[in-house]
């Protein structure tokens, strides 16, 4: 009787662990299955959930800026904003592909952006180059260049 018992609490709460709790199985691998989030609770967590704006306009920035491919897009956007949000290649390519006009519209911006107003008299550089007369002789010059308009 307490064998019965037993097993119909057992099948009950079974069922109860099945609909609240997805279970993350990989056959082909050995790792152990692990729980994930209740899907019972409303935040529950969602696999595939869409990317904030923002990720996808830093995307277009990016490659507007850079024109570097997919990959390595992805791997400095993931090096920027890794600990808020992550991206793959695919995701890149895909957004690319469905925001070409925006793309463009980016490049043209930045290609026509005027250039910045920089002080008068406050910009400076100073440059140090050596130039060699023969195998025995270098000679040093520390120049200051004062940038005018």
């Known amino acids: 009787m307490l064998v019965s018992v037993l ?10 662990l099945t609909l609240c709790y997805r279970i993350n199985r990989s056959f082909t691998s050995k790792t152990k299955a692990r729980y994930v989030q ?6 529950c967590y969602v696999r595939n959930r869409k990317k904030p704006q923002w990720v996808i306009d830093k995307v277009i920035y990016l490659k507007a800026v850079s024109g570097y491919g997919c ?10 904003h ?3 949000e992550t ?9 690319l592909k469905n925001h070409q006009y925006q793309l463009m519209q980016m490049k043209r ?16 550089a100073m440059d140090l180059t050596t ?19």
């Open 7 to 16: 097993f119909v609490l057992w099948l009950v709460f079974g069922k109860w």
């Open 38 to 43: 209740p899907c019972c609770k409303p935040n």
């Open 71 to 80: 990959g390595k897009v992805a791997e400095t956007f993931n090096r920027i």
């Open 82 to 84: 890794g600990e808020r």
């Open 87 to 95: 991206v793959s290649k695919s995701f890149i390519y895909e957004k």
């Open 109 to 124: 911006q930045i290609r026509n952006k005027p250039p910045r107003k920089v002080p008068i008299n406050q910009t400076w």
């Open 131 to 149: 130039v060699t007369l023969n195998k025995q002789q270098n000679y040093i010059y520390c120049t200051l260049l004062l940038f005018e308009k």
